[in-house]
């Protein structure tokens, strides 16, 4: 089956404590991306990546690193959460300039 | 740059009746259009898109959408809404020189018995 994965799909932790959010998709997509969606606000994108080794800032990208250096996976990593990244995360796949195919959903709770 | 406008945060609607979910554009040259549906506690589902060609492309569910370009819009619609068709509703748009996909706040459609 077609399909983006996410783990976790929720996690509780508290501010200053690194982790990695990750994602991976079995479509053989080229294009990557994470996206933070809040209530009133939409879904904003974190970073994006058009393919292995090549990744680029989304309009929310301060707090979080991602890596590429597998084109199924693109985890996200925060490396000192603090209480403001607390979100519903959603990591996507789409081949060139079609629609995305969405994962689960990841919500994070930084404390 | 390029954004999107979803006016209304939500949009109330009897069963049967139709519907029309509104989004607004800007963005320079030739836009790729999506909409998106998410039902309680999913990710997104893709609908339908447009790329070029005909301006009413038919998607998932039953729905449909138009492209208006002197407008810059793209609304999406159902002649016969159900029940089950409450969710919130994102457009995005993707200009076809790049990749970044820019969404809309999300409109919430509630469709009553």
């Known amino acids: 089956e077609a399909q983006v994965t996410q783990n976790p799909r929720y996690l509780i932790t508290v501010t200053g404590k690194k982790l990695t959010v990750t994602c991976s998709q079995n479509m053989n997509h080229e294009y990557m991306s994470w996206y933070r969606q809040d209530p009133g606000l939409g879904l904003r994108q974190i970073y994006y990546?058009?393919?292995?080794?090549?990744?680029d800032k989304g309009d929310v990208p301060e707090g979080y690193k991602v890596s590429r250096k597998e084109k199924r996976n693109f985890p996200l990593i925060l490396e000192s959460p603090s209480p403001n990244q607390t979100s519903l995360y959603f990591c996507?796949?789409?081949?060139?300039f079609g629609p995305g195919s969405f994962g689960p959903g990841t919500r994070l709770t930084v404390l | 740059a390029q954004s999107v406008a979803q006016p209304e945060d939500q949009v109330n609607v009897a069963e049967g009746n139709p519907l029309t979910v509104k989004c607004t554009y800007s963005v320079s040259g030739n836009p790729y259009l999506f909409w998106y549906v998410q039902y309680p506690n999913r990710g997104l589902q893709f609908l339908l898109k447009?790329?070029?060609?005909?301006?009413l492309v038919k998607g998932s569910y039953g729905f449909e959408a138009e492209f208006n370009k002197s407008q810059t819009s793209f609304h999406l619609k159902k002649p016969s809404a159900l029940v089950s068709d409450s969710a919130l509703y994102f457009c995005a748009v993707r200009p076809n020189s790049g990749y970044a996909l820019n969404f809309g706040k999300g409109t919430s459609l509630l469709v009553t018995p």
């Open positions: 996507a796949s789409s081949p060139p």
């Open positions: 447009y790329i070029t060609g005909d301006n």
């Open positions: 990546s058009m393919n292995v080794e090549v990744t």
